[in-house]
């Protein structure tokens, strides 16, 4: 049985940045693509970032491309969410999930849908003035 556990959310004003980590214990996580998501008060959850098993390929929606950077080390079985430049629009809770595959076509790199059996307790990222 995975585990995940988020940490490394908090307050920050806009333009503020944020490291988020995400361990794994249960199993390892070298070989699924991992992905960070996010859900608003009131929205519906949405995939963020995520990355290859292999580390190489990355992935961002539109909404923080060029704000955040999603890396991972497979030997302390952690992901990681560099955040930058943060919006009042990025405050949610931040889960991390095992993705149930991915693929790259056309130089297109995307993530298929997260495992749900593997949801951590997130972490809460708030961002206001």
């Known amino acids: 049985q995975v585990q995940f556990v988020e940490s490394g959310g908090g307050s920050v004003q806009p333009g503020g940045s944020l490291n988020l980590s995400c361990t794994a214990s249960?199993?390892?996580?070298?070989?699924?693509?991992i992905g960070w998501f996010r859900q608003a008060p009131g929205k519906e959850r949405e995939e963020v970032a995520c990355?290859?098993?292999?580390?190489?390929?990355?992935t961002y929606s539109a909404s923080v491309k060029g704000r955040f950077t999603i890396s991972r080390d497979n030997a302390r079985n952690t992901v990681y969410l560099q955040m930058m430049s943060l919006k009042p629009d990025d405050t949610a809770v931040y889960y991390c999930?095992?993705?149930?595959?991915?693929?790259?076509?056309?130089?297109?790199?995307?993530?298929?849908?997260?495992?749900?059996?593997?949801w951590g307790q997130g972490t809460q990222v708030t961002v206001s003035s």
């Open positions: 249960g199993s390892t996580l070298g070989s699924y693509a």
């Open positions: 999930a095992a993705t149930s595959g991915d693929r790259y076509i056309g130089g297109v790199y995307s993530c298929y849908s997260p495992i749900d059996d593997y």
């Open positions: 990355v290859s098993s292999s580390t190489t390929l990355k």
